[in-house]
């Protein structure tokens, strides 16, 4: 018997010869159909993570016609990069939302491996390249911002690739498989490195920000309420690989619930930070040409007379 967490702490004991994740015999009825939804961590858990991200990419999906007429009208190369990076770590993180339970099956480790590989990398890409921009001040704008933006993010994504390879295919370390009741501490000492780094450079532009650098920042409240949000995650999501590190119960709880809520609400953070806005514009841009054009036309003449 292997005893797995859910959310919500309350142990949930699966066996793998009877669980169809290990290839037993549950195929038949509700049970062999649910599988993946009530396996490893449980079903609280995993709709958690479903949810959310699966509404976002409905979301998105809804509003990809205008969203395409808002980039084509536009020719913001900056957005139009953005839009498809955002499009694909979320189709991404949807898949790894889905397949949870396939760390809990041995046979699948290494597509879990690949898969998670990717989908933080890519998750890790849009958070570098958006701090990069930021970083690049008010007039960052143009091709040139751009790459020299996907340049940054490229070097410290691959360099992050390079680490967790090693770690995960050569070193055989569980870096993407929540075996909670193991205490690996070269495992949850990457992750505390990993999470100190992120807090760090977070809390360097906290500290721009009320600095006599604040002027090279952009002057966007949303922009800083991002960078508040993410350095509490990040700052929480420290302290409980410190604690789970050690050993500590509630340290892999608290990280479950920061894993759930990096996964299910930085994506809409980052649309709702730095492409909502754009679109938002876009349409009043389109307003007040659609205004002129009819005025142009003579359609409120009437309204002189």
Same mark, same amino acid.
């Given at each position: @018997?292997?005893?797995?967490? !859910?959310?919500? =702490?309350?142990?949930?004991? !699966?066996?793998?010869?009877?669980?169809?994740?290990?290839?037993?015999?549950?195929?038949?009825? =509700?049970?062999?159909?649910?599988?993946?939804?009530?396996?490893?961590?449980?079903?609280?858990?995993?709709?958690?993570?479903?949810?959310?991200?699966?509404?976002?990419?409905?979301?998105?999906?809804?509003?990809?016609?205008?969203?395409?007429?808002?980039?084509?009208?536009?020719?913001?190369?900056? @957005?139009?990069?953005?839009?498809?990076?955002?499009?694909?770590?979320?189709?991404?993180?949807?898949?790894?939302?889905?397949?949870?339970?396939?760390?809990?099956?041995?046979?699948?480790?290494?597509?879990?491996?690949?898969?998670?590989?990717?989908?933080?990398?890519?998750?890790?890409?849009?958070?570098?390249?958006?701090?990069?921009?930021?970083?690049?001040?008010? =007039?960052?704008?143009?091709?040139?911002?751009?790459?020299?933006?996907?340049? !940054?993010?490229?070097?410290?994504?691959?360099?992050?690739?390079?680490?967790?390879?090693? %770690?995960?295919?050569?070193?055989?370390?569980?870096?993407?498989?929540?075996?909670?009741?193991?205490?690996?501490?070269?495992?949850?000492?990457?992750?505390?490195?990993?999470?100190l780094l992120?807090?760090?450079?977070?809390?360097?532009?906290?500290? @721009?920000?009320?600095?006599?650098?604040r002027e090279?920042?952009?002057?966007?409240?949303?922009?800083?309420?991002?960078?508040?949000?993410?350095?509490?995650?990040?700052?929480?999501?420290?302290?409980?690989?410190?604690?789970?590190?050690?050993?500590?119960?509630? =340290?892999?709880?608290?990280?479950?619930?920061?894993?759930v809520c990096?996964?299910?609400?930085?994506?809409?953070?980052?649309?709702?930070?730095?492409?909502?806005?754009?679109?938002?514009?876009?349409?009043?841009?389109?307003?007040?040409?659609? %205004?002129?054009?009819?005025?142009?036309?003579?359609?409120?003449?009437?309204?002189?007379?």
């Amino acid at each position: @018997m292997t005893n797995l967490r !859910i959310l919500s =702490g309350v142990p949930l004991s !699966i066996s793998p010869e009877a669980s169809p994740a290990y290839g037993g015999g549950g195929g038949g009825g =509700g049970s062999g159909f649910f599988w993946w939804l009530l396996d490893c961590h449980g079903a609280l858990f995993n709709l958690a993570l479903i949810i959310p991200s699966a509404a976002f990419v409905v979301y998105l999906a809804s509003q990809a016609r205008r969203s395409y007429a808002k980039l084509t009208y536009g020719r913001s190369y900056i @957005m139009i990069a953005y839009y498809a990076l955002l499009w694909t770590v979320c189709a991404l993180n949807l898949l790894w939302c889905l397949f949870q339970a396939l760390q809990c099956n041995p046979a699948k480790e290494f597509s879990w491996n690949i898969l998670s590989l990717f989908t933080k990398s890519g998750m890790l890409f849009l958070e570098i390249s958006l701090v990069a921009f930021l970083l690049q001040g008010n =007039g960052a704008t143009g091709s040139d911002t751009l790459a020299r933006t996907f340049v !940054i993010s490229g070097i410290v994504v691959a360099a992050d690739i390079l680490v967790k390879v090693i %770690y995960v295919f050569g070193f055989g370390v569980t870096l993407f498989i929540d075996d909670h009741g193991k205490t690996d501490r070269v495992k949850w000492g990457l992750w505390i490195s990993y999470e100190l780094l992120l807090s760090a450079l977070y809390g360097f532009i906290l500290f @721009m920000h009320h600095s006599k650098w604040r002027e090279r920042l952009p002057a966007r409240p949303a922009f800083y309420n991002y960078i508040c949000a993410m350095f509490l995650l990040n700052v929480i999501s420290l302290f409980a690989c410190v604690l789970a590190g050690n050993g500590a119960g509630f =340290g892999f709880w608290l990280y479950d619930l920061t894993t759930v809520c990096y996964h299910s609400l930085y994506l809409p953070l980052l649309y709702v930070t730095f492409l909502a806005d754009f679109f938002q514009e876009e349409d009043l841009r389109l307003e007040n040409v659609y %205004y002129s054009e009819m005025k142009d036309a003579g359609f409120f003449d009437a309204d002189w007379d």
